[in-house]
């Protein structure tokens, strides 16, 4: 495993809370990745038959030319593996797990989520959804859903989420233990809709300078945005940092409709074509929220499908400078085929195309790209010497462009940023993953800290606060009463690093998202780089 790769797992295991209750994205979020639904086609049932229908799907459709003898009298995965890894068959089972989680309403009672010493833990209620309007509130501890005992339990949390969530109208019972209380209560709670929004966080940065982030690319996120701008606007913002870290994609025309507030009319977004698509182009109508301000856009390796879409059309066009690392390079567009038994083919149909004609999607075959991407990486962590680096910069030429003022960019794979901004691995050693993998952290924040701090005093002092030497000292009992040993030497080294996630998530609990990234991005080097690049 990367070690870039390795340290955003244990970024992400550190700051995972999980949504439930009706917070899933629906049925055209399979547009996200590119999927187009289609009307189940009626194959037969058999699997050679089956097998029979897949080689004459991919015949008909998938984005390139294929060897259809070579396929035959393969078993589906195995003649899958054959295409690309977009290309894949859902069972019945995995298909309708797909299909309610992409069903197109976000249904159910709008609460997130966590597993606190085997008890449901609600760290968020979302305000006006159902949960909220019953009276749940952040604090209150789960102990029942319906009849099902849950604390003291260790469910998956698959289950966990099965019995809470479900369709608009229907009711949930639930038994809590309110923040404070010694008896517990049933409340009643009718599922519905709730609206979440597709900008985490937007605020200022500094007097001129606004912060926007958007973790995904919803049907909402350019009234969303433009929204958003608007208020930041008003406070005086010229300047901007687009935050598209971790953003795994969304609607195309969600990414479009977001190109569209920042660039003039008629400009080409992007264009899909395949083998059997007719090429398809995406253009701006002008009219924009933002068409004449400062742009920074920040990605890394986790940005892909809309994001790089949004990037490539950033960077092609020269409307903004691009800050991070390279990103995820998933550009092919997926078209989903049903089977009568419930099963379903998710097929590679087009790739899509950056204005310059930049291919996103990053090489799945070995050879010259695959040589190409090792020499990048090992370049962006500085590794390579400089005659090596003239040898990357050679094999790059071949798949270089040029924009109209002149900057060079490449394909073969990702949205490569104008402005590397390398992993900062300082504190990470093998004491602060077990204390990721763990949980422990977490576990602090929400078991001992949150009952310490009020979100006022948070607000106030954001800035400037840190843990106690008192709650550190408390830190020290709760890792050592989870059976860790503590390394004082790796301990010491990754003091900051506690400090900051400890900060990052009590403000996630106390102020939510916005919380958690004004006190993230003090620290951040991407959000500093980007700062400095607009100046």
């Given amino acids: 495993m990367k070690k870039s790769t390795r340290f955003n797992i244990l970024i992400a295991i550190t ?147 099965g019995k809470i969530r479900g369709k608009k109208g229907t009711p949930v019972q639930l038994l809590l233990l309110h923040q404070g209380m010694s008896t517990p209560s049933t409340l009643t709670i009718k599922r519905g809709r709730v609206d979440v929004s597709s900008i985490d966080a937007a605020y200022m940065l500094n007097t001129d300078a606004g912060y926007v982030r958007i973790s995904k690319f919803g049907a909402n996120t350019d009234r969303d945005f433009v929204d958003a701008v608007r208020s930041l606007k008003a406070k005086g913002m010229k300047k901007l940092v687009l935050d598209l870290r971790d953003n795994g994609g969304g609607y195309v025309t969600a990414a479009t409709g977001l190109a569209n507030q920042f660039l003039a009319e008629n400009k080409l977004i992007v264009y899909t074509e395949g083998k059997h698509e007719p090429r398809t182009d995406y253009f701006t109508t002008g009219g924009g929220e933002f068409e004449q301000g400062k742009l920074a856009v920040l990605i890394n390796e986790n940005s892909a499908s809309a994001s790089e879409i949004f990037a490539g059309a950033i960077q092609d066009l020269d409307r903004g400078v691009i800050v991070g690392r390279r990103s995820f390079g998933k550009g092919l567009v997926q078209e989903q085929f049903a089977f009568d038994d419930g099963s379903a083919l998710n097929l590679t149909i087009a790739r899509y195309y950056t204005p310059l004609g930049r291919s996103i999607q990053k090489s799945y075959k070995k050879g010259y790209a695959a040589y190409q991407k090792e020499l990048e990486d090992r370049f962006n962590d500085g590794e390579l010497t400089a005659k090596t680096a003239r040898v990357r910069d050679s094999l790059q030429k071949v798949n270089s462009y040029t924009t109209h003022s002149g900057k060079k960019v490449f394909g073969g794979g990702g949205i490569q940023p104008d402005v590397y901004v390398k992993l900062d691995t300082i504190g990470y050693n093998k004491f602060y993953a077990t204390l990721a993998n763990k949980k422990i952290l977490i576990d602090f924040v929400f078991d001992v800290l949150a009952d310490r701090y009020t979100p006022a005093y948070l607000n106030q002092n954001l800035s400037t606060f840190t843990i106690s030497d008192a709650d550190f000292k408390d830190l020290l009992k709760y890792i050592q009463a989870k059976n860790v040993v503590i390394d004082n030497k790796q301990l010491m080294i990754s003091k900051p690093l506690i400090y900051n996630d400890l900060k990052v998530m009590l403000c996630k609990y106390h102020l939510g998202d916005i919380g958690y990234y004004k006190a993230n991005n003090l620290t951040d080097n991407m959000v500093k780089q980007a700062l400095n690049s607009l100046q």
């Fill in 15 to 161: 700051y995972s809370v999980t949504l439930i209750g009706g917070m899933y994205l629906g049925y055209k979020f399979l547009k996200d990745q590119g999927f187009k639904v289609e009307r189940p086609v009626h194959y037969a049932d058999n699997n050679t038959k089956k097998v029979e229908d897949i080689i004459h799907i991919i015949n008909k459709n998938y984005v390139d030319e294929v060897n259809a003898d070579s396929l035959q009298h393969l078993p589906i995965d195995s003649l899958l593996h054959q295409l690309d890894p977009h290309s894949i068959y859902l069972p019945p089972t995995k298909a309708f797990e797909l299909a309610e989680t992409l069903e197109g309403n976000f249904e159910g009672i709008g609460v997130e989520y966590y597993i606190l010493n085997d008890t449901l833990l609600v760290t968020n209620v979302v305000k006006d959804g159902p949960a909220f309007l019953a009276g749940m509130k952040q604090g209150d501890k789960i102990l029942k859903i319906d009849s099902t005992m849950v604390s003291g339990r260790t469910l998956p949390r698959s289950e966990m989420v």
